[in-house]
């Protein structure tokens, strides 16, 4: 083995300026020498000391901790002669040995305070200290001590200049921490072990007195060094004159006394070592003696072998060795012998440090490996000196490692051999600290010491390691060097690190160096172990070349060959693509070498042929996967390098990388699993185990049974296959599916058949790396949950192995609870914030098992806090059924209004339809407000069910919407389905169905109720011929300005319409009372109210609101007021001095129910027929003869820009005329009268009417009567609507939209009847009844002054007034051209009032 050298990793790092001050100020006394010692424990603690000043630093970075200077007796000031380290009840101090004049001291020194808090005097000068007990009192601790002991709080040893050596107890349960090191207590010295030891240390204390024992007695030569070894209780005193003592702890006893082969040179430190498993119970101490103190210049190792009769395992986990048999001398080494080359004489040796480093493998936790005695796996010894030679101005400072495992596979040789240095020993590795002399010179070295974590071997190149591997230079280690002004930090690399190194300097220049190189890889034990025995020589250069690559990958050594590849494949030359091609060949015939040698490693684990992993299996699952992963990285560089290749080329270079990596993962999961104890598998079932294994027939059985209980819930509505699991497998593909069904039972769904076909899924390049990872997880929560000891542990340890998200561990842990129907946990973790949102289909998938199991609340709770995104239609229904499920109608509504598009309207609302039917929501549906199209597909829904229940839907629908005559069509062709179904159940529901319809059915005409009826039918019905003509142009068009200022309201419009019919009805009675109203004086009488006909009055109908007057009226009696209140109305036209004044005279009277009578029969001979002469130029009606001979009159008068009614829904105006010119004369002699009077009241009417304008009122038109005059001055009757002309008739539509009635225009409306004797203060109140009614009839009609006249000369003063009323067209709306007339017939009656 070549020289090794250490490396300076940091600069001096220096002490503070504090530190270097205290220290230095002492500094020229005779007794002023600076030592110093790094602390051994784990505090990171070295001191300084220089007389009595004591200086405490971190062993790391140098900073300064703590500090103090000893004051003594006398004013003299005491000298620090010795320190350890001391720990108990967690604080950290030293244990000081302070010399004065006349004795020395022991203190206990508290770092955390900064003083000392205890202080007891000792005879004699004292030279060592060693803790022995840190714990107090008798304890478990302490059970390997003398029983004397164990009375004692915290034991010290101590040793003076004269061989006395004392066992002190610290009194650490009486610590007061006011006591200095100036007041330090009494020491009460037993020669012999008292019987008494509590009872005297409770008087002692009290006294303030310390006990001692004495170990050994004063023999003269002084005590150099004392160390307590705890494996084997015993205490080592090492003297000034060569001798070295063993005293047992437990009996007090010395159990060995002797002088070393040194002679007579002090015995400067000694060091315990413990080989690996000596069978022997032998274990070795290394005593080093120097004569540095006095000057001299020998400084030797010896090793002592110590032979036990037992060894074994303490309760506390310690090894303790007992019954010494032996102490014997087996190897000694000089290190002023010419051991290390040197360029001169050597002047003088100084040791620096010694220590022992061991480390043990940690046992698997069986019980078993517990209780097993276990030995260190590696045990060194370090050693670190000096030497100063002549002519040499610097000392070369040197440290050695020794291997005492590596000297037992030596043989235990006691020397080294003739002319043997210790760089070529197998069993010594040499260290050159020159580098960290040239940084620290000339400062002198006080202490060395390594880090025992940073102890390390190599990478081992194969299994088993070749015998160059475990020499002891092959070791890496970092060390610190303590200096009196600082700390230096150094690292020491072994020859197989400094190998590589040079391998990563080289690059490609290796070419030209091949064979030094693999020689000096092969002494580095890099090399395959059967390279060990082959010569050099042997071998071609290609064959060497190989065998330095396989070394660089084995060792991670990837610097050099990325390196090599980058140079070359940049380089331009022929020997570069050369070189590139051999490199790349090699790489992948190494993968398929490490690939077949995988599969013979891991055939035993699935093959059922091995019950345990032994760990020369582990290591070479280690060692394939450290290779494939390497071998990966090369190939990575090679595809990102590689320049001139060909399509395919590149192709199978990316399929050898892809495989090479899919390979490193499956070895990497095999080894997770081993050491998991999962395998290996194929264990008999009677074989009970303590570790979780792989049940598979117990998974088997639960999923089966899982998934034909969710086949049985499903009922053909839901996919059955909705387990979690089943989806995350059907994502892998087919090929996952065929590779399940491989194995013997396998059925290509979850659970597979093995643990061999679960991990085969790593070697499928289809799948992605964490969805495999997420089946292992689910089939590991799977195994935990199985087995009798549950734990997470695995989990958590295959996340912190493979880096997976711990999102995902959550996301597969929230589908695991949904599968076993945990659905309460399995939400929480779904919804948790860390948890990885899922991806689309595992949110259908969710849910789809909850609404499976009959969860709809949870799946709503779902779609509120997870909010799925909805990409397609089916995503948009089954949200639907969720949101229906949970009757969130509304919701649900609101959801397809905002997904829904021409292409899926039809679709989303016909699935819509369904479902409410289904879950009984259709009457909560139709509440809801519709469009046209969605009015349209549920009507085509509801009608091409064949459901009774549909239709009635679709019945009280159109009830609903006052599509009455769809409605009667509907119920028609209910009746009719009904004669040829015999169930009493239907015929009861059609009774019940029934009743309303005949009710609403009153309100239409008989024409619609009849059509609707004959459409109904199931015969043919020949359907109309539908022509399309021109649009009609009336005769007379008269334009007229609207007026904004007034409405006409429809509820107006209505009151007028239906007098008009009662006096039409009434006429012949009016004409007696006419008649006594125009003689002053007379009387009125009581005019009486007719009814219509029951057939004409429609009754009230659900959804009709109807008026409360002093209680609930129905629709007929009002309707019997309403007319009984307009019967009189009558209009009449003034014409004097040119004068226009319009009329109106309705005379209140008392109320009375008048009993409905037929009304009699008219004298035609009271009436005067008006002569053709006398007509006026202007035509007053355009006369039509219908089909069967019988004339329409339509009026049509013309005034002063302004027409009489609102424009009807055909454009044709609506006219209320008299014909009764008399009648007119007699109405206005009577109302001009009590014209001042109305007008007064103007401004109140208007508000009135304007408030009533501003509410809308739907209305249509009722059933009207139409007069018809007759010839030869016959009187005119009432004209039917089933005398029309059948054509007329069918033209005629009513429709009843929906009704609404209100108490202000009931009650403006239905006014009272009263008698004509009224008081003379009722005459005001029916002037205000006489201006009302007056100004709404001049808002509905206004007659020409000219024909007035001549009619009044014409006709005589008792003709009633009969009245004509042109129908409404029914294909238009009727406010069509009402609103611009409604203000012109307001403007004009303000006008004329």
């Keep these: 083995m070549q020289d090794l050298q250490a490396e300076v990793t940091s600069g001096l790092l220096q002490f503070p300026d504090v530190t270097l001050q205290a220290l230095g100020e ?34 790391v970075t140098g900073e300064h901790l703590s500090e103090y200077r000893f004051s003594g007796v006398d004013q003299e ?85 004269d061989g006395h050596v004392l066992l002190v107890d610290l009194c650490l349960d009486g610590l007061s921490g006011s006591q200095s090191e100036v007041e330090a207590s009494d020491l009460e010295v037993f020669f012999s072990i008292p019987a008494e030891v509590p009872e005297r240390r409770a008087t002692g204390t009290r006294e303030g007195r310390h006990l001692s024992f004495q170990l050994q007695a004063p023999s003269g030569p002084a005590v150099s060094t004392l160390c307590y070894i705890r494996r084997t209780n015993q205490l080592v005193v090492g003297f000034s004159d060569g001798y070295l003592s063993l005293w047992n702890m437990k009996t007090l006893k010395r159990e060995h006394h002797a002088q070393l082969v040194g002679g007579r040179i002090p015995v400067y430190a000694v060091t315990f070592q413990e080989p690996e498993n000596d069978p022997r119970n032998c274990c070795y101490l290394w005593a080093v003696q120097s004569a540095q103190e006095s000057g001299g210049d020998i400084v030797s190792f010896h090793l002592l072998q110590l032979a036990f009769g037992d060894r074994k395992r303490l309760a506390s986990g310690q090894v303790l060795y007992e019954g010494l048999e032996s102490c014997n001398e087996c190897y000694s080494l000089d290190l ?53 030679t002549y002519g040499q101005g610097t000392p070369s400072t040197f440290l050695c490692v020794f291997d005492i495992n590596r000297w037992y596979h030596a043989q235990m040789p006691d020397s080294l051999r003739a002319e043997e240095f210790l760089h070529d020993c197998p069993y ?8 960290v002399t040239s940084v620290t010179s000339p400062t002198l070295i006080l202490d060395v010491v390594v880090q025992e974590r940073s102890l390390s071997r190599g990478v081992p190149p194969s299994h088993p390691p070749p015998e160059e591997f475990f020499h002891p230079g092959t070791y890496s280690f970092d060390g610190m060097c303590l200096l009196s002004s600082g700390v230096v930090h150094m690292t020491c690399t072994g020859f197989q690190k400094e ?101 013979q490693t891991c055939a035993p684990l699935f093959d059922g042929s091995c019950n345990f992993v032994d760990p020369q299996t582990l290591r070479s699952l280690q060692q394939c996967q450290l290779l494939l992963t390497n071998l990966g990285r090369v190939l990575d560089c090679f595809l990102t390098e590689a320049r001139e290749l060909t399509e395919q080329g590149f192709a199978n270079l990316r399929k050898k990388q892809v495989v090479t990596s899919l390979v490193s993962l499956y070895v990497q999961v095999v080894t997770w699993f081993c050491r998991s104890s999962l395998l290996p598998e194929g264990l008999d079932d009677d074989v009970p185990l303590a570790r979780p294994f792989y049940n598979y027939p117990l998974l088997q059985s639960y999923y089966t049974g899982r998934r034909q209980q969710l086949g049985r819930l499903s009922r053909g509505k839901w996919d059955s296959h909705c387990l979690m699991i089943d989806g995350m497998v059907s994502q892998l593909g087919e090929q996952a599916e065929k590779l399940w069904r491989r194995d013997e039972g396998g059925t290509g769904k979850y659970p597979p058949a093995s643990l061999h076909a679960l991990l085969d899924l790593y070697l499928l390049d289809s799948i992605e790396e964490s969805d495999k990872h997420a089946i292992t997880i689910y089939l590991l929560l799977d195994i935990m949950h199985s087995s009798p000891n549950r734990t997470d542990a695995s989990i958590d340890s295959f996340r912190t192995a493979f880096a997976i998200p711990w999102g995902l561990v959550k996301l597969i842990q929230g589908f695991w609870l949904l599968d076993h129907k945990d659905y309460e946990n399995s939400l929480a973790l779904l919804f948790h914030s860390a948890t990885m949102r899922p991806v689309s289909w595992q949110h259908w998938r969710v849910l789809e098992c909850l609404m499976c199991q009959g969860e709809h609340r949870q799946a709503l709770r779902y ?89 009635e839907l679709l019945l009280a629908h159109r009830l609903q919407r006052a599509s009455y005559n769809p409605a009667l069509q509907l119920n028609q062709s209910l009746q009719v389905r009904l004669m040829n179904d015999c169930d009493p159940r239907l015929r009861e529901r059609a009774v019940a169905r029934n009743s309303p319809l005949d009710r609403c ?42 007026n904004a200022a007034n409405v006409h309201t429809r509820a107006t419009f209505i009151s007028k319409v239906l007098s008009k019919n009662e006096e039409v009805c009434i006429g012949k009675e009016q004409k007696a009372h006419v008649s006594q109203r125009d003689s002053p004086g007379a009387t009125e009488p009581a005019v009486r109210a007719h009814r219509l006909p029951d057939a004409e009055l429609p009754d009230a109908v659900v959804g009709t609101p109807v008026a409360k007057l002093g209680g609930r009226w129905h629709t007929r009696e009002g309707t019997q007021n309403l007319l009984a209140d307009t019967e009189s109305l009558s209009t009449r036209e003034d014409t004097q001095s040119g004068e226009k004044v319009e009329l109106l005279d309705t005379p209140r009277r008392r109320a009375r129910r008048i009993p409905h009578a037929r009304p009699h029969k008219r004298d035609t001979g009271e009436q005067t027929p008006a002569q053709p002469n006398e007509e006026p130029t202007t035509p007053r009606a355009a006369v039509r003869t219908g089909r069967r001979g019988r004339k329409r009159r339509s009026i049509l008068e013309e005034s002063a820009g302004e027409e009489a009614f609102s424009q009807g829904p055909g454009g044709s105006p609506l006219l209320l005329e008299d014909i009764n010119p008399a ?90 009847l009263k008698e004509p004797e009224l008081p003379a203060k009722e005459e005001e109140e029916d002037t205000k009844s006489v201006g009302k009614q007056k100004l709404e009839r001049g808002r509905t009609a206004k007659s020409n002054p000219k024909k007035a006249s001549k009619s009044t000369r014409k006709e005589g003063p008792r003709s009633p007034p009969p009245v004509e009323i042109k129908f409404i067209s029914p294909f238009a709306s009727p406010v069509d051209g009402t609103k611009s007339k409604q203000k012109e017939t307001a403007g004009a009656a303000e006008r004329t009032l």
Excluded at 428 to 435: E, I, N, P, T, Y
Excluded at 911 to 940: A, N, R, S, W
Excluded at 1270 to 1297: M, N, R, Y
Aim: aromatic content about 6%; overall charge positive.
């Design 26 to 59: 002492d500094g020229k006394g005779p007794d002023s020498v600076l030592c110093g010692k790094f602390c051994g424990g784990r505090n990171k603690l070295a001191w300084l000391a220089r007389g009595p000043q004591l200086e405490v630093v971190n062993s």
């Design 77 to 161: 000031l005491p000298t620090v002669r010795a320190v350890k380290e001391f720990s108990w009840q967690k604080r950290t101090g030293l244990l000081v040995g302070l010399e004065e004049a006349e004795g020395s001291v022991l203190c206990l020194y508290d770092l955390g305070v900064s003083r000392v808090v205890k202080a007891v005097v000792l005879p004699g000068r004292v030279t060592a200290i060693e803790a022995i007990s840190y714990y107090t009192g008798p304890c478990v601790s302490t059970q390997h001590l003398h029983q004397s002991l164990r009375w004692l709080f915290g034991v010290a040893a101590v040793a003076t200049d």
């Design 336 to 388: 002023t012998g010419g051991i290390v080359p040197l360029r001169g004489q050597i002047r003088n040796t100084k040791l620096l440090s010694c220590q022992t480093i061991e480390k043990f493998c940690h046992h698997d936790g069986s019980e078993e490996s517990v209780n097993e005695v276990i030995s260190p796996e590696t045990s060194v010894s370090v050693f670190s000196w000096q030497v100063n």
């Design 428 to 435: 010594f590795a040499l260290w050159s600290l020159d580098a």
């Design 499 to 599: 190998t590589l190194k040079l391998l990563k300097k080289s690059g490609p220049s290796i070419i030209k160096a091949i064979p030094e190189t693999y020689n000096r890889c092969l002494v580095a034990g890099l090399l395959s172990p059967r390279l060990s025995d082959v010569p050099p020589s042997s071998l071609s250069q290609e064959e060497q070349f190989e065998a330095i690559l396989s070394a660089a990958v084995r060792t991670g050594c990837l610097v050099f060959l990325t390196g090599c590849i980058k140079h070359w494949a940049s380089e331009e030359q022929p020997s570069s693509a050369a070189n590139l091609r051999f490199v790349l060949a090699w790489t992948w015939n190494k993968v398929i070498c490490t690939k077949d040698e995988l599969d």
């Design 863 to 951: 779609i509120q806090m997870m909010k799925p995104p909805m990409s397609s239609s089916s995503e948009v229904r089954f949200s639907l059924r969720v949101l229906l499920s949970n009757r969130c109608v509304v919701e649900a509504w609101d959801l397809l209004h905002r997904h829904s598009t021409e292409l899926n309207m039809e679709e989303l609302l016909k699935h819509l339809y369904e479902i409410c039917q289904e879950v009984g929501l259709m009457e909560d549906l139709l509440k809801l407000p519709f469009t046209v199209t969605e009015q349209e597909h549920l009507e085509k829904f509801l009608q091409t069910d064949a459901d009774v229940q549909s239709h």
């Design 1001 to 1042: 059915g009153k309100i239409l005409p008989r024409v619609q109720r009849k059509l609707a009826g004959e459409r109904a039918k199931p015969y043919h019905v020949p359907s109309p011929v539908i022509r399309e003509v021109s649009r009609p142009t009336p005769l007379l068009t008269v334009t007229n300005k609207a």
């Design 1223 to 1312: 009648g007119r004369e007699e109405t206005s002699r009577t109302l001009r009268e009590r014209t001042p009077r109305t007008r007064s009241r103007k401004a109140a009417v208007h508000q009135k009417l304007s408030a009533e304008e501003n509410e809308s009122f739907l209305f249509s038109p009722p059933l009207t009567k139409q007069t018809k005059k007759f010839e030869a001055g016959k009187a005119d009757h009432p004209v039917q609507l089933t005398d029309l002309d059948p054509d007329l008739s069918s033209q005629i539509v009513f429709s009843l939209p929906l009704l609404r009635s209100r108490r202000k225009n009931l009650s403006s409306i239905s006014q009272t």
